[in-house]
Every structure is written in structure tokens, then in C-alpha cells.
């Protein structure tokens, strides 16, 4: 097997890389932590014209067909891509990136005609933002168990309930919507899968505020909410379906798209800079064998990344198999953060602001975002179960 790269994908690579780093400093300038602060309206603005750019110059969705404009590109040119951009610490899929990875490829392979023909270009340009109303208060690792309600009247599906931890809803036009058909089937069966307009009237999104001090999501309420028939995807009843791809999607860019290596990278860079029990923190032993293991283990992920992508590239909706990325790059980040604080003592603690933090507390920042990202898509609990049950064929716990 030949594991070299050919002239032309070596070209494609450095086009990618001028482009890449250009655009994060005219768009990003110094900042750093580029997926977080989507509330503040200054980082949003950034985010959407960093994505303008991503689209203007066809990277956007290097991953989906050519019919329905994305780039299709090979799964050499895509793991170029996802390195290139995850190594600069960019998001993937600019402003957008529920829409991108996960909805667009759900439309595409499970929705009607007339719906990707309405939404899928939207999505690619972010004209229309999307977001996913799934968990409830009484429904997150038991999604099956939602009550989100809607019936038929007419031409509508009338939706009353209520969603949580709905990352951007406050920004997004657009929304998938799990909700309950049939109350009286067992709980998987009865549920449908809508495509909502986040403008009709009965919604009422309110932000919660998370330990960061961001407001990054949201709970979302539906009061006697109308949604056309025709904006139903697959069958009714037969939503549970549709959402397992949704949620296979996820949970494969949920390895794919977080960029772990660069959290090594960066505390490697940090051990640098910083002192810990009297020596450079990178000269000490203790520290150099934590950083060794953290970048094995990084590198790892980046293979099991390309695994992915051949699955993607045979156009098969990933399996359970995803979990594996997931689980591992999102704890394995957590993992990083936690060592950060030990290295860097009492004033790891310190926010932006106070004279003394570290690097304008960008890693505290970091470490309390670090947690969620282990539950967001799925816990790990719900990851062990999926391998463990699915892949490994172990009996049920
Ligand atoms: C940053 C972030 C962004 C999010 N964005 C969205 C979004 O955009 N849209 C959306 O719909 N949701 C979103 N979520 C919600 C997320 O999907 C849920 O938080 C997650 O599925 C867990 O559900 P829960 O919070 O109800 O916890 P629970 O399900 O109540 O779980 C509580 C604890 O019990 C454990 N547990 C539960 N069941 C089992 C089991 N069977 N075996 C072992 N352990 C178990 C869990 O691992 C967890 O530790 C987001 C969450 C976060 C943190």
C-alpha cells in the first residue's frame, strides 16, 4: 500500500493551508477558542463571515455530492481537509455546522426531493442557520422517551412541549424536531422527525446560562405550533429511524470535528512556557510522560477519523461504530484540561481579566467547556453502552 500523497494532492494541501491560515487571521485575528462565545453577537458575526469565505471558496462540504453542492471529494482531500483545518483549530463546517454534518446528510439521503431541493443550498451558504430540538427535561439519554406532542389538523402538525440544551436556537431560522404522533404506541414507534421554522408563531426561546458565562443554548417552547405536512421526513411514527442517522452523524463529527489534537498541541506549547516544581514544565519527566501518552493517543483518533470517512465515502450512514471517536476525542480532551490545571496550579483558576491568569484565562475557559462536550451528543455512559451492546456484542447491562 502506498501511504504517500500524490503531486496533486500535495497542491491541493498547501492551496488549503495558505487559504485556511489567511482567513483565520483576517477573520479571527489572536483569538483562539473559535467554536465557543456563538452568543456574543461580535464572535457570531466573525463566525458567519469565516463560513462566507469557507463557501466562497468550496470548502464548505467538501463531504457531500456534487448534485447538491457540495465538493465530492475523495476521502484523501476530505482527511486533508478535516487535518488541516482541526490543526489550526477551526470549525469544519464554519457557522453552521449542525446543518452541514449531520441535517444536510440526513436530507440527503432520507428526505424528499422538494426538501432538499428548498433547503440543503441554504444551509451551505448559512443563509439559513439550523439547529436540533431533541432532548427534553425528561428525555436526553432516554430520547425515546420524549413527549413534545403533535397532531394532525388540516394541512399542520400542531406541536405543543418543550426541548432543552438546544445549542443555537437563539441564532437559528431553522430547527429538526423530534416530536410524539402516536402517544399510545411503544415509546420508539410513535415518533416523527419535522422540519420546524423557528419564526412560526407559539415558539419561545429562552437562553440558559451555562458555568462558562455563555449562553450557548437554549430551552425552547411550543405553544399550539403549526408545521406543514409536507415538511415531515420519512414516514409518521417512523421519525425514531431518521433520528438514529441524525444522531450517527453527530456522534461521527463529534470525533471528527473536535479538535483534540490541537488542545495537545497547545498544551504542549504551554509546558513550554510555564514552570512546574521548579523546571520548565516541559523538562520535567513526569509532565513529558503525560504529553507523550496525550499525543498518542491524539494521533490515534486522527486514524480512526479516516475510518469514518471510508465508511462516508462508500455512502453509508455511519454505524455504531462512531461512538468510539466520540466518546474517546471528547474525554481524552477532558483529560487534556484537567492536566493544564495541574500543571498550572491555583492560577489555572483565574478568569479573563484578572492581571494573573494564565494566557487571559483561556484555559479555565477551556476546562469548564470541557465536561459538557463529554454529554452533549450522547454521555460517555451512553457510548459505553452503544459499543459495548452494538459493536461488541456483549449482553445487555
Ligand atoms: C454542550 C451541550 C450541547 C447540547 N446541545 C444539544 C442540542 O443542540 N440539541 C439537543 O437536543 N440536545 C442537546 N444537548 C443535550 C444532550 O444531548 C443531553 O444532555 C444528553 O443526551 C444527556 O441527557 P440528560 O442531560 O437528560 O442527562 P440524563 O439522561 O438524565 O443522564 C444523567 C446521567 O445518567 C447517566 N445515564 C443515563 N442513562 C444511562 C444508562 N442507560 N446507562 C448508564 N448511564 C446512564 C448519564 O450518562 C448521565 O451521567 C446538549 C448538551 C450539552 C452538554
Not at 439519554?141 to 394532525?152: K, P
Amino acid at each position: 500500500m502506498d501511504f504517500n500523497y500524490t503531486p496533486e494532492q500535495e497542491e491541493f494541501r498547501r492551496t488549503l493551508r495558505g487559504f485556511l491560515e489567511r482567513t483565520k487571521s483576517e477573520v479571527f485575528g489572536r483569538n483562539d477558542d473559535l467554536n465557543a462565545g456563538t452568543d456574543r453577537d461580535d464572535r457570531w458575526q466573525r463566525l458567519l463571515e469565516y463560513h462566507r469565505r469557507l463557501y466562497d471558496a468550496g470548502y464548505v462540504a467538501l463531504h457531500w455530492p456534487k448534485e447538491w453542492g457540495g465538493g465530492g471529494a475523495g476521502i484523501v482531500e476530505q482527511a486533508i481537509y478535516q487535518d488541516e483545518a482541526l490543526r489550526l483549530g477551526l470549525p469544519i463546517y464554519g457557522a453552521n455546522t449542525l446543518a452541514i454534518d449531520r441535517i444536510g446528510p440526513t436530507l440527503i439521503f432520507l428526505g424528499t426531493d422538494e426538501q432538499r431541493e428548498r433547503y440543503l443550498r441554504k444551509m451551505l451558504t448559512a443563509e439559513e442557520i439550523w439547529c436540533q430540538g431533541y432532548s427534553e427535561p425528561n428525555a436526553g439519554s432516554d430520547l425515546a422517551g420524549l413527549q413534545t406532542r403533535a397532531e394532525i389538523q388540516g394541512d399542520y402538525f400542531v406541536v405543543n412541549g418543550q426541548k432543552i440544551w438546544t445549542s443555537l436556537a437563539q441564532r437559528a431560522h431553522m430547527q429538526v424536531l423530534l416530536v410524539r404522533t402516536d402517544p399510545k404506541a411503544p415509546k420508539h414507534m410513535g415518533i416523527s422527525y419535522l422540519l420546524v421554522d423557528m419564526k412560526s408563531p407559539g415558539i419561545t426561546v429562552r437562553p440558559l446560562r451555562q458555568i462558562t458565562g455563555g449562553a450557548e443554548f437554549n430551552e425552547v417552547f411550543y405553544d399550539n405550533v403549526k408545521v406543514p405536512l409536507k415538511n415531515l421526513v420519512g414516514e409518521i411514527n417512523k421519525g425514531w429511524q431518521v433520528s438514529i442517522a441524525t444522531l450517527m452523524y453527530e456522534r461521527a463529527s463529534g470525533g471528527t470535528r473536535h479538535p483534540v489534537q490541537k488542545s495537545v498541541e497547545d498544551l504542549i506549547g504551554l509546558s513550554r512556557r510555564v514552570q512546574f516544581q521548579g523546571v520548565t514544565a516541559a523538562q520535567h519527566p513526569y509532565v513529558r510522560q503525560k504529553l507523550a501518552q496525550f499525543a498518542i493517543e491524539a494521533e490515534c483518533l486522527r486514524l480512526i477519523r479516516y475510518r469514518g470517512l471510508t465508511n462516508q465515502l462508500k455512502k453509508r450512514i455511519p454505524g455504531p461504530e462512531t461512538s468510539y471517536g466520540k466518546l474517546h476525542a471528547t474525554e481524552l480532551n477532558l483529560r487534556v484540561q484537567m492536566f493544564a490545571d495541574e500543571m498550572l496550579g491555583p492560577f489555572h483558576q483565574l478568569r479573563s481579566g484578572s492581571s494573573a491568569a494564565v494566557e487571559g484565562g483561556r484555559w479555565l475557559g477551556r476546562f469548564l467547556t470541557a465536561r459538557g462536550m463529554t454529554i452533549a451528543a450522547g454521555s460517555s455512559e451512553i457510548q459505553h453502552n452503544i459499543i459495548g451492546e452494538r459493536v461488541l456484542k456483549l449482553p445487555k447491562g
